[in-house]
């Protein structure tokens, strides 16, 4: 927003945009693989630092793009269509598409499965952890960047007080539902384009029903336990049978 402010070119400003969000995840990736804290609290608090910087930056209130003179663009790019399907699902389909090569197709993709695996085991056959773990965190954020421009500019506004808001609890519901094991090392890209759609058709079911929408976030938080339940037992029953 402020860069829009600021009159720099789009490229330019994108490219910044996506720049911070190598950065930032390459940071969260070093904590991780050289300090070995623990993922969860590493995401957790860049997840409170960048939601605090923000609202201080904007003053904790709504900025709106208005024309957004030199960005129409990526407006349309955002917001607009191709033979009548929607360009933010057109760009979900590339992303998916080239996400499916990197992790099903390529060493890295191979190594990363392996790593969560058994992490140990990796790095006795050879596999550099510390780079392959910190590549993985500088593409999510990468993504997160991607995502974010197209938020932006699909509402025409940010509020960091509510933008994005709970979108980390439907990003691990999504992976659940599309068979991701919350213990590392399975899951696939078909598998988390799925559980999305069926995520979203499962939002539209409790409206449907008319259940209340203040029973959406428990409705979610069912979804994660149950798959993960049935994870933790798949789990078992697959280390009892290869026993």
């Known amino acids: 927003m402020m860069l829009v402010e600021w009159r720099w070119p789009a490229a330019v400003a994108l490219a910044a945009v996506i720049a911070l969000g190598a950065g930032l995840g390459a940071a969260h990736g070093l904590l991780v693989a050289r300090l070995r804290l623990q993922p969860f609290i590493v995401t957790l608090c860049g997840l409170l630092l960048y939601r605090g910087a923000a609202r201080y930056i904007a003053e904790d209130s709504t900025k709106g793009f208005g024309t957004g003179q030199g960005f129409e663009w990526v407006r349309a790019l955002a917001a607009g269509s191709v033979g009548g399907v929607p360009m933010p699902f057109v760009l979900m389909c590339v992303v998916a598409g080239l996400a499916w090569v990197l992790l099903h197709r390529s060493v890295f993709g191979r190594h990363l499965f392996a790593i969560g695996h058994n992490a140990e085991a990796a790095r006795y056959s050879g596999v550099n952890t510390r780079a392959v ?4 965190y500088m593409l999510s954020g990468i993504l997160a960047a991607f995502s974010a421009i197209v938020i932006a500019f699909y509402t025409n506004s940010i509020s ?13 519901a999504a992976a659940v ?3 991701c094991s919350l213990r590392g090392g399975e899951g696939s890209v078909l598998g988390i384009v799925m559980g999305a759609a069926l995520l979203q058709v499962l939002r539209n079911l409790v409206n449907l029903l008319d259940i209340p929408g203040s029973l959406d976030f428990a409705v979610m938080g069912a979804v994660i336990l149950v798959g993960a339940a049935a994870d933790r ?9 290869n026993a």
């Open 177 to 179: 539902v599309g068979g």
């Open 160 to 172: 960091p007080a509510s933008h994005g808001n709970f979108y980390e609890l439907y990003a691990i």
């Open 133 to 136: 773990i910190t590549w993985a």
């Open 233 to 241: 037992l798949f789990g078992r029953r697959v280390r009892d049978g």
